[in-house]
């Protein structure tokens, strides 16, 4: 600044000796010295009480943005990790859940066969067991009939012959009638 001043002074003045040029302007060297004093005083108390501390506290900040930035970027790996994870978990899982639903559609269809076939066996046991309980009734029943057709034959020969018959001739025409019935 002090070059402006001195270029803009003419170049007769510039003959002039600093003091002289100095006075001219208004400038005295001894409130100059005690202005620069002042200023450092000033600078100094400002920096150290005001730069200093802001200075410090931008730094700390700036750590803390940092440190909050490192831990974002952890966090957002973890969660990225996490995430991976979790898929694969699911993926896990859906497999796992696709593999017991096929076990249990091979179960189940294993035992409605396994439950047809045993009732498949159960009715032909049943249907046997009734063609043998017909069969039974059959004979009982043809043997009642062979029973009371004799006695009736019997009862009809009494009385076509008008007589009496012993138990052994009885038996012997019993015979006689069952013999010819089972023929028949």
């Known amino acids: 600044m002090l070059s402006l001043v001195l270029a803009s002074v003419s170049p007769a003045e510039h003959s002039a000796g ?9 400038i005295q060297p001894a409130y100059l ?6 200023f450092v005083i ?15 506290t931008m730094e700390e900040r700036q750590k803390k943005i940092e440190t909050g930035l490192k831990d974002a970027a952890d966090i957002k790996a973890k969660l ?7 898929m694969q978990i699911l993926q896990k899982a859906h497999a796992e859940a696709t593999e017991i639903i096929d076990n249990a559609r091979k179960t189940s269809k294993e035992v409605s066969d396994r439950e047809s076939k045993m009732a498949t066996e159960r009715s032909n046991e049943m249907f046997a067991k009734a063609q043998q309980a017909i069969e039974l009734e059959h004979k009982r029943m043809m043997q009642e009939a062979r029973g009371e057709i004799t006695r009736l034959v019997v009862a009809t020969t009494q009385k076509v ?5 012993s ?5 012997r025409f019993n015979e006689a009638a069952s013999k010819e019935l089972t023929n028949v």
């Open 33 to 38: 010295a005690m202005q620069m004093i002042s």
């Open 18 to 26: 600093p003091q002289e040029l100095l006075e001219q302007f208004g």
């Open 42 to 56: 000033i600078a100094f108390v400002f920096h150290r009480f005001m730069i200093k501390p802001l200075i410090l």
């Open 161 to 165: 012959l008008a007589k009496e018959l």
């Open 80 to 86: 990225s990790a996490t995430h991976q994870e979790t």
């Open 167 to 171: 138990d052994f001739e009885r038996a």
